[in-house]
């Protein structure tokens, strides 16, 4: 058996050599062998996820797969496949392809609302490259002063009390955002509070009717295999059928947990059900208003008054805002926010590590599970699936076939109306 040479990676990307086991007998009888197809893959995910710190790393593999390997392992197997941190690789990348990546970041963002960090997620997550956060920083400055401008916060903040939770799933935080629903594509999310993790962010029709929004919640339960202990959600009529499959679920499921001293669903007044609140702002300023900008460009394009235009709008459009709104959930969900010791929840670290994590924080996986058959005979009950549908099944299957025989690989903000007016003549 060989000897364990390690290289070390810096926070800089570099190597330092030297070898930590020369008898060369493997104290991890658990950690796959080399060239482990899933290991790679996974290491491949976390680098894609801005992470390369190897005792992270590590911890993860553990935590959430069961993989035992060391940090030197990690470090030796990151190498192997190429992932370097983001100085080394700013050095041995051409200044072309360096510049190339931040301005196609710049081009996806017209109102300059992303900030050197974000940029460098996004680069990392769509990519693979890690770049340094000054590299990336000066460019943008360079190509877009004004952006800096634009990003300074001017709104009045409300003092806010300490959130105290028990862990994940102690309570989900669920609200609407109506920015896009002028253009005719409202949204509804739902977030975890311990964590600050997005469980889901959808676009649907009306995002005020109860139905579609308990259809949501209960969707959530199923593919979850739980709920929470709490929901906490405004005071709007549409909630109202969240409070009551709320309430009778976790009766239902979990008995040892009185209603009256713990109620499943909490009502708030908008301003203070705060998880959610400060994620719409962020949502709004990184990505929504830059919509309307893309939206805007079909007006010369698009008559709504067409009904044959305006059925393939609803569905080309919300296949592109849900295809980003799963993109966003990623990339929030593996934003690392700034450490604040004032907190008593977790920070410093993205929400999915607080969430794969969560015992290092003396933190406890709340989840009260249920039948996932008796969630889903719930949701057809209700309506089912067509209650978040723009168009009709038939309809969906119909351009999709379009779609893929005019051969496009891809939609995005940069070619929807292009693509529009291609499969136009043949619905």
């Not at 330092?16 to 290491?43: F, I, M, Y």
């Not at 010369?300 to 959930?329: A, F, H, S, T």
């Amino acid at each position: 058996m060989q000897a364990n040479d390690c290289e070390d990676e810096n926070e800089d990307g570099y190597y330092t050599h030297h070898s930590t086991n020369p008898s060369g007998r493997n104290q991890h009888k658990d950690c796959p062998p080399k060239g482990d197809h899933k290991v790679a893959n996974l290491l491949r995910e976390y680098h894609r996820q801005n992470i390369s710190d190897r005792k992270l790393i590590s911890k993860l593999l553990q935590a959430e797969h069961g993989i035992k390997m060391s940090e030197a392992t990690v470090t030796h197997r990151r190498r192997e496949l190429g992932l370097f941190g983001s100085r080394l690789t700013a050095a041995q990348l051409p200044e072309v392809t360096k510049r190339q990546l931040v301005l196609d970041q710049l081009a996806d963002d017209p109102t300059g609302r992303r900030g050197p960090r974000v940029v460098k997620e996004l680069i990392a997550n769509k990519t693979g490259v890690m770049l340094p956060r000054k590299y990336i920083r000066d460019q943008m400055m360079l190509q877009e002063p004004e952006g800096f401008v634009v990003r300074q916060p001017t709104s009045k903040k409300l003092s806010r009390r300490p959130l105290v939770v028990l862990g994940p799933h102690h309570e989900w935080s669920g609200d609407g955002h109506d920015k896009l629903t002028q253009i005719g594509f409202p949204i509804w999310g739902i977030r975890d509070v311990w964590s600050g993790k997005w469980l889901g962010i959808w676009v649907l029709p009306n995002n005020r009717l109860k139905d579609a929004i308990a259809y949501l919640y209960l969707s959530l339960c199923y593919q979850l295999g739980g709920m929470p202990i709490q929901t906490t959600t405004d005071c709007g009529s549409e909630t109202t059928e969240i409070y009551g499959f709320a309430n009778a679920l976790r009766e239902h499921f979990s008995p040892h947990l009185s209603l009256n001293e713990l109620p499943a669903h909490k009502f708030l007044k908008s301003v203070h059900n705060t998880t959610i609140e400060r994620g719409w702002l962020r949502l709004r300023l990184q990505w929504g208003d830059s919509v309307k900008v893309f939206w805007e460009a079909g007006s010369g394009i698009y008559d709504e008054m067409d009904l044959r235009q305006y059925d393939l709008v609803k569905w080309l459009w919300p296949k592109l805002i849900q295809q980003e709104l799963n993109q966003l959930q990623e990339q929030f969900n593996n934003h690392r926010v700034r450490k604040d010791s004032s907190k008593k929840l977790p920070s410093g670290v993205s929400p999915n590590v607080a969430f794969a994590l969560h015992d290092e924080y003396q933190a406890e996986n709340c989840l009260q599970a249920v039948d996932r058959e008796v969630v889903r005979q719930l949701m057809e009950s209700i309506g089912g699936e067509d209650l978040i549908h723009f168009v009709s099944v038939e309809y969906e299957n119909h351009a999709q076939t379009i779609f893929t025989n005019l051969g496009f690989k891809e939609l995005s903000f940069h070619n929807v109306w292009n693509i529009f007016s291609a499969m136009l003549p043949l619905i």
